[in-house]
């Protein structure tokens, strides 16, 4: 149950009545609510890029381990055309 508290009125909602709330939105409101409960790709993007980031410096590959896994999926994905 959510608890919302508008205007010195407090509501015990439950997430259907919220997504019903939702509904009666316009769309630009409703786009409104979207942008300001979602990040925005920029932030999603750095936080993707900083765990990225982290993996790789806990275990860090070397050129050759990179070679060496790329030449593997080219002889696996097209046996017949690689040496």
Do not use: Y
């Not at 316009?26 to 990225?52: D, F, H, K, Y």
């Amino acid at each position: 149950m959510i608890k919302v508290i508008a205007q010195e009125v407090e509501l015990n909602l439950t997430f259907d009545q919220v997504l019903a709330l939702m509904g009666q939105l316009q769309p630009q409101e409703r786009e409104i609510v979207r942008r300001t409960l979602m990040p925005s790709w920029e932030q999603r993007l750095e936080g993707l890029l900083a765990r990225v980031w982290s993996r790789l410096d806990e275990s860090p590959l070397s050129e050759e381990d990179i070679d060496a896994e790329v030449t593997f999926a080219r002889h696996t994905l097209h046996p017949q055309s690689c040496g």
